[in-house]
T-cell receptor, first 112, second 112 residues
Framework: QKEVEQNSGPLSVPEGAIASLNCTYS??????FFWYRQYSGKSPELIMS????GDKEDGRFTAQLNKASQYVSLLIRDSQPSDSATYLC????????????FGKGITLSVRP | DAMVIQNPRYQVTQFGKPVTLSCSQT?????MYWYQQKSSQAPKLLVH???????NEADTPDNFQSRRPNTSFCFLDIRSPGLGDAAMYLC???????????FGDGTRLSIL
């Protein structure tokens, strides 16, 4: 059973702080990793994708990948109340017609 | 704008009464997915189409069927909805390979 684990939440940070969201995965052959943001009652929205070890930055968001440790994280700098949402880590399984396996998500609350 | 469109946004049906959820995409993606998401849980893949090839997850009940008449459209048929089928149903499209999936706004299904 291929698994994606996210830290149990919820996570609460003050406005302007750095929020750190972590994810581990079991399929060592996984090659593609995604972070989706999901507001309550809405569908997941892609915010970051990462494919190689290291950091990838996009605005206030930085994704970090360490394939040796099977670990992917998302950092949100200068957190805003509008960042309050559930963040889903998704890992594409290895193999043809590969599918996404989602973590349960971590709910982030940014306090004004 | 190219996008994934789901209809309706909200669907109410009676216990045991068949219901069909619709999805269309203008992204010309060859893969389409149907997920079920219950409150505070990860999206769970039910079925997906790679072109016209139907793929059923091993644990997807027979109650769920799907049709893809052409590249743009995909339907999820729930033959005899039970109370446990009340959930958000998410349609997504993608391209085989490393690219991310793009989600529609979802259909929230309620069972009376």
């Amino acid at each position: 059973q291929k698994e994606v684990e996210q830290n149990s939440g919820p996570l609460s940070v003050p406005e302007g702080a750095i929020a750190s969201l972590n994810c581990t995965y079991s399929d060592r052959g996984s090659q593609s990793f995604f972070w989706y943001r999901q507001y309550s009652g809405k569908s997941p929205e892609l915010i970051m994708s990462i494919y190689s070890n290291g950091d990838k930055e996009d605005g206030r968001f930085t994704a970090q990948l360490n394939k040796a440790s099977q670990y992917v994280s998302l950092l949100i700098r200068d957190s805003q109340p509008s960042d309050s949402a559930t963040y889903l880590c998704a890992v594409r399984e290895s193999g043809a017609n590969s599918k996404l396996t989602f973590g349960k998500g971590i709910t982030l609350s940014v306090r004004p | 704008d190219a996008m994934v469109i789901q209809n309706p946004r909200y669907q109410v049906t009676q216990f045991g009464k068949p219901v069909t959820l619709s999805c269309s995409q203008t992204l010309n993606h060859n893969v389409m997915y149907w997920y079920q998401q219950k409150s505070s849980q990860a999206p769970k893949l039910l079925v997906h189409y790679y072109d016209k090839d139907f793929n059923n997850e091993a644990d997807t009940p027979d109650n769920f069927q799907s049709r893809r008449p052409n590249t743009s459209f995909c339907f999820l048929d729930i033959r005899s909805p039970g109370l446990g089928d009340a959930a958000m149903y998410l349609c997504a499209s993608g391209i085989q390979g490393d690219q991310p999936q793009h989600f529609g706004d979802g259909t929230r299904l309620s069972i009376l």
